[in-house]
């Protein structure tokens, strides 16, 4: 660990030196105000997208994606807390149907089609947007739930920046973060480096160590325990550069990569808390990509080609008996990827678009298991073709559609298609009335196909058709905004992959006939600014219905018409900052309804989890600022009111807890 350490902060200085050395002068900019408006794009008719806000970035610089996306966006994360796994579901979706890409590279493991999200630093990403539903057809295939795009940003006026971030926190938390960046409006720089690591090793009550019932008021008091097998130490490197070879052509290579040594820890139950066994996981993971882009008159080339590597390494440890500790499991897998692009797109002026594009990716899976002696070589080659056209009729309506044919492994699938509309209903309210149908589909994953035990080859693609409805709308300036949407949306989704437990004492995969996934998504955003003092409030609020609609299948099965579980029915979020002159004050709430473990929804029993809200209190303020240097500190209190919660079935999460962070920009 100090190794390490030591080694962040060699690079860092080294970076600092050099970059130091080439910047001749300093470019200072003045205050800028922004009207925000919902532009009316003809390329985006009937789509539904959205990001999230700048200071929130700049907020959570010390996250996760993980929490990032969980407290500020329409999207439920389940994990079992700080460093552990976590994965989406948007729009009552899968964890695979939530297609992820950086910088247009998609980064899901062609394995599991999902994303752990709590290995994303925020540090390391300028931009996160998100595609819902159907719109997400304009990036790829698969995001039955949506896209969320991760995006670095180049700023070519800055000749030279740097940053340090470093947080202490409970249960000997420690995180820091550097970046540099350097260079001029032809050339620019950025390197992006990160440590952190946890005990977390938090006290909590375990509800499988029932004690006794309080004589006064008849509740049942648990004992208390401390979370083991939970420790973590994660870090990462990121390099950015960019050329501007002449006015219209731009050339970047961004490279990322990092790696996660973690515990993970048994669930804890009725045998108590203490583990014999123990588990680990190693991740390594290397990105690439190149992308060249051409600025015609009134058109745009862009070519990309990238690539990936992913390890996991898993092993579970028993302890046998006389001290003896033996291999339960020991896992290894590879997967590779290679993925390439050429998309243009050519705008007349506000009037018309048309994008294409075509795509050829391969991806290489090998697994293998040396205590059972199992695992599998796979190989997968996906080829995409997509058009879109866009077009406006006066300045009240644009249309909209799209279609993207691909074939995996050179056989042919039906189409996939997006038709949407948006009508300004009034110009000084900014209100604008949207709506869309489209059909999108997911393959089965590498795993889904050919995981040993349990592999299904017969698997069908999953086939979804959504209709989306919605209205937004703004009001004001930056200096006093309100800013709404409200989006209704109906999903029908044929062929749902799920893995249940076999008859041959495995679990596999295998096709639900029907599930359809309805809801409603609520976003608003408030800013009033009343000279050095300034108010904002973002906040989203979700229902969310996802719905099994098979009878009969499997003998006993009482999920018909039952909500799939972990998907809660209602979640809310909302961020609220004040800042005034130095000193800046922010409340994070999030609510989440019951969510069932067991596909019969049974209520209140061992398997249901409870509602809970969570409550988030910082405190910042700035110690220090010149022209070319700010030097920041805030105390952050998380799980503000001691709530007992648990975001997966026996895995208890911490309760009140504490952090310090310092930033220091020059």
């Given at each position: 660990m100090k190794k390490i350490q030591v080694l962040f902060v060699l690079l860092f200085c080294v970076q600092l030196l050099f970059a130091q050395a080439g910047v001749d002068s300093t470019i200072v900019t003045g205050t800028v105000t922004v009207n925000a408006k919902y532009i009316f794009k003809v390329e985006e008719a009937g789509m539904v997208k959205s990001d999230v806000d700048s200071t929130v970035m700049t907020q959570k610089i010390r996250s996760s994606l993980s929490a990032l996306l969980s407290e500020n966006t329409p999207i439920f994360i389940k994990t079992k807390g700080q460093?552990?796994?976590?994965?989406?579901?948007?729009?009552?979706?899968?964890?695979?149907?939530?297609?992820?890409?950086?910088?247009?590279?998609?980064?899901?493991?062609?394995?599991?089609?999902?994303?752990?999200?709590?290995?994303?630093?925020?540090?390391?990403?300028?931009?996160?947007?998100?595609?819902?539903?159907?719109?997400?057809?304009?990036?790829?295939?698969?995001?039955l739930g949506g896209v969320v795009n991760l995006n670095n940003k180049v700023q070519w006026n800055d000749p030279f920046e740097a940053k340090y971030v470093q947080f202490i926190g409970s249960y000997d938390t420690y995180q820091e973060y550097g970046s540099i960046g350097f260079g001029s409006n032809k050339f620019q720089s950025k390197t992006r480096l990160y440590v952190r690591s946890s005990e977390n090793d938090y006290p909590f009550y375990n509800m499988s160590n029932f004690k006794y019932i309080d004589p006064v008021t008849a509740e049942l008091v648990y004992g208390e325990d401390t979370f083991k097998n939970g420790d973590y130490f994660n870090y990462g490197l990121m390099q950015e550069l960019y050329w501007r070879i002449d006015d219209k052509s731009v050339l970047s290579a961004n490279y990322w990569g990092q790696r996660a040594d973690r515990s993970i820890p048994t669930v804890i139950s009725r045998e108590g808390a203490e583990n014999t066994n123990v588990n680990n996981q190693l991740d390594d993971v290397h990105r690439g990509v190149i992308q060249w882009k051409h600025y015609g008159d009134i058109s745009?080339?862009?070519?990309?080609?990238?690539?990936?590597?992913?390890?996991?390494?898993?092993?579970?440890?028993?302890?046998?008996?006389?001290?003896?500790?033996?291999?339960?499991?020991?896992?290894?897998?590879?997967?590779?990827?290679?993925?390439?692009?050429?998309?243009?797109?050519?705008?007349?002026?506000?009037?018309?678009?048309?994008?294409?594009?075509?795509?050829?990716?391969?991806?290489?899976?090998?697994?293998?298991?040396?205590?059972?002696?199992?695992?599998?070589?796979?190989?997968?080659?996906?080829?995409?073709?997509?058009?879109?056209?866009?077009?406006?009729?006066?300045?009240?309506?644009?249309?909209?559609?799209?279609?993207?044919?691909?074939?995996?492994?050179?056989?042919?699938?039906?189409?996939?298609?997006?038709?949407?509309?948006?009508?300004?209903?009034?110009?000084?309210y900014g209100l604008i009335l949207h709506g869309s149908l489209s059909k999108n589909y997911h393959a089965p994953t590498l795993n889904d196909l050919y995981w040993q035990p349990g592999g299904n080859s017969d698997l069908k693609p999953e086939d979804g058709h959504t209709a989306e409805v919605g209205l937004k709308g703004i009001l004001g300036t930056s200096i006093n905004m309100l800013k709404w949407s409200v989006t209704s949306y109906y999903s029908d989704i044929d062929n749902w992959i799920i893995w249940i437990p076999s008859v041959r004492g495995y679990w596999e995969p295998r096709n639900v006939k029907n599930v359809i996934s309805k809801g409603v998504e609520v976003q608003l955003l408030w800013n009033r600014q009343w000279g050095d003092l300034n108010f904002k409030v973002k906040s989203n609020y979700s229902?969310?219905?996802?719905?099994?609609?098979?009878?009969?299948?499997?003998?006993?099965?009482?999920?018909?018409k039952k909500q799939l579980v972990y998907i809660p029915i209602h979640s809310a979020n909302v961020l609220g900052t004040v800042d005034y002159r130095w000193f800046n004050i922010a409340y994070q709430y999030n609510y989440f309804s019951e969510r069932y473990t067991t596909t019969s929804n049974t209520p209140k029993d061992r398997y249901w989890l409870y509602p809970y809200h969570m409550n988030q209190l910082d405190l910042g303020a700035q110690l220090y600022e010149n022209q070319d240097q700010k030097i920041r500190v805030r105390f952050s209190i998380y799980n503000l009111f001691d709530e007992v919660y648990r975001s997966i079935l026996s895995s208890p999460m911490p309760r009140r807890n504490y952090g310090v962070t310092v930033i220091l920009n020059c």
């Open positions: 460093g552990a796994l976590a994965t989406a579901s948007f729009r009552g979706t899968a964890a695979s149907h939530t297609q992820v890409r950086w910088n247009g590279l998609n980064i899901n493991s062609p394995m599991t089609g999902m994303v752990d999200f709590s290995l994303i630093p925020v540090f390391f990403v300028d931009d996160v947007s998100l595609e819902h539903g159907g719109s997400s057809i304009a990036s790829q295939s698969g995001g745009k080339l862009e070519i990309k080609s990238g690539g990936s590597m992913q390890q996991l390494d898993y092993t579970l440890k028993n302890q046998v008996g006389g001290g003896v500790v033996k291999d339960a499991i020991h896992s290894q897998s590879k997967s590779y990827q290679l993925q390439n692009s050429v998309r243009y797109e050519l705008p007349v002026y506000d009037l018309f678009h048309f994008t294409g594009s075509a795509d050829y990716n391969k991806s290489w899976v090998d697994t293998y298991e040396s205590v059972r002696k199992t695992g599998y070589k796979r190989d997968r080659d996906v080829v995409s073709v997509y058009a879109s056209v866009a077009q406006s009729f006066g300045k009240k309506w644009n249309v909209s559609a799209q279609v993207r044919q691909e074939w995996q492994d050179y056989v042919y699938s039906n189409p996939i298609w997006f038709t949407g509309f948006d009508y300004k209903i009034s110009e000084n229902y969310t219905r996802s719905i099994n609609m098979e009878k009969g299948g499997v003998f006993g099965d009482k999920s018909y």
